[in-house]
């Protein structure tokens, strides 16, 4: 008879000790950083308002690529540009002298 007492007692034992540890580790958890990474915002753009050293710089570097779609970060910075050759897709960015930025 006295196994049937100290069974249900070692069970709530160990039932609330266990949630103590738990409690513990999740306010440890708390004190942690995370860093998220902040992406650029881009504003679109029509293609004829690109600055004239962006569009030299296509031509030169980019010879036989056209301009699809044109982005402009707010202080017009950094430029973001789709490129087409051919059946080929690229993304480039610059700034607004025509350097190239990599990515």
């Known amino acids: 008879m006295k196994k049937l007492f100290v069974l249900p007692a070692l069970a709530l034992g160990l039932l609330i000790g266990t949630q103590n540890v ?3 580790e999740e306010v440890a958890s ?3 950083e995370i860093n998220v990474p902040v992406q650029d915002k881009y504003i679109d753009l029509a293609i004829e ?3 004239q050293p962006i569009i030299d710089a296509v031509a030169k570097d980019y010879a036989g690529a056209t301009i699809e779609k044109a982005s402009a970060k707010e202080d017009a910075s950094e430029f973001k ?3 087409k050759h051919g059946e080929k897709e690229m993304e480039v960015f610059c700034n607004a002298e025509g ?3 990599t990515k």
Request: a negative charge; zero cysteines.
């Open 49 to 51: 308002n690109l600055p």
């Open 99 to 101: 350097n190239w930025i």
């Open 22 to 24: 738990n409690a513990q």
């Open 81 to 83: 540009l789709i490129l």
């Open 30 to 32: 708390n004190d942690t």
